[in-house]
């Protein structure tokens, strides 16, 4: 197989992570990724914003996970997601939805059609771009709801973020603790050949 398509089949979603910042270097690269990403109609309207400051990106991380649970029973909402990586649907212990990740990127784009797709594309873009500098990294939704809380929109002013510009994702960035995840094996029936 493909050399790059084996690392794109052993990228993993990343939860635990250790305290050690990643290098400005690496950083620097995964952004020019996001920034790479195609975007729809070349709009290049998505924004990323790079916060490394633990205060915000726990309270935001608390934030977020009270956006998942507000409103549903935990049970309706429980699953297995990983083992390895526990999420917040497997371990109810966990309550900051980052996970403490030592780096936090908010992806912004302009509403429109194709807005989120936008936003999708850099994410994954740099997920891929981490996992290839081995470094770890998770997609985490909800942004827009994160951010509309009070808490959310004072931080939103203080990043400078231009106006009319909306949080669609977070990736979360930083070196794994512990061993690599097992794979997760795909469902079947997933490709219709026609
Ligand atoms: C649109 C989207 C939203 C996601 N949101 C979250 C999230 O909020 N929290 C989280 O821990 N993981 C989130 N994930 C990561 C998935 O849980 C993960 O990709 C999935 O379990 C498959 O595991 P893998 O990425 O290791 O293959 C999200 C992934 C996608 C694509």
Redesign the pocket.
Known sequence: MNEMIEKIIS???I?KFQDRQIEEEVLEQILQAGLYAPSAGNNQRGTIVVCQNKEINLELGKL?HCV?FKGRSRKAVSNT??AD?P???DDPAITD?F?GAPTVLTIFTRPGVYSHDDA?MIAENMWLAAHFLGVGA?????AEETFSSEYGQKIQKEWGVPEGLVPV?HVLLGYREGPE?HA?SRKDGRIIRV
């Open positions: 990228r993993h979603a939860r977020n998942m997601v990983s990586q999420s917040i649907l939805a996970y999708a998770c997609y985490i939704g909800r994702c995840p997760k």
